[in-house]
């Protein structure tokens, strides 16, 4: 099944359940059922923005944009993890007055609304396992269910505890403990969007074992003025100046091809421009 189809079968059980959330939040007084049919919200409206961003990304490249439109899938990713940071605040300030005034919490109706929130949502995590690891916009999507699945784990064990004890401020605690998972995820969704928008380079590559990779290669000199950036979570790239002795060009061409190799194979660099030159930059700086 593509992801995009996946996706719009997680929108539709996230609206289902939301509904649900609002209406159970409502008729038992729970807040922490209400926040999350909160953060339910903020997910559908970002799984929308993660369904949309795959049609743009796929777009060609053009005169003017000519890596085509792969970032749209980054901005969106960016996009939810601003959506997540202010939902968090929300809940924190909730959570906040629940502690001055307790509300009276009706359990059997939180109880039954979060254990169908969490069916949803381990739904939605089963069909999303595998393409979170490779694409930084479904990692956002994918970011979105872990909380709310997370969220209902919370709810179920505080509506266990409250029907148990009657302590109703653990209906405040869950609110400020979803709260902070959301912010967590948040962190990490906005710092990922930034470091690719901000052309750092990727979290698992380091730039000196490229470097000692490609001077290994049989009539490479030196491998310098090395710069390693994403496009998009998935596409890679890299630019650098390899000096070799005074050469044919077609010998050039063949450490060329094995060096295009280890990038591909070992750093799943796809996207390279490499200088080939016979002199050391003589100021020691090749760029402007």
Known sequence: MQVKNKLLIIISF???LMAAEVVGGLVSGSLALLSDAGHMLTDTTALLISYVAIFIAVKGASVRNTFGWKRA???AAL???A???ALAGAILYESALRFMR?????TTVMLAVAMVGLAGNAVGILLLRREHSHNINIKGAYLHIVGD????VGVIAGALIIRLTGLYFIDSVLGLVIAAVIVRNSARLIGASLNILLEAAPPDINVADIAADIKNITGVRDFHDVHVWSISGEARAISGHILVDDIKTSESQ???CELRAILLDKY????TTLEVECVSCETGKCYV
């Open 14 to 16: 996230n609206l289902v």
């Open 73 to 75: 899938e980054v901005l």
């Open 79 to 81: 996009f939810n993890g």
């Open 83 to 85: 959506l997540l940071a």
């Open 102 to 106: 307790p509300v009276e919490i009706k």
């Open 149 to 152: 699945l997370l969220s209902s």
């Open 254 to 256: 063949k450490i060329l």
């Open 268 to 271: 799943r660099i796809s996207h």
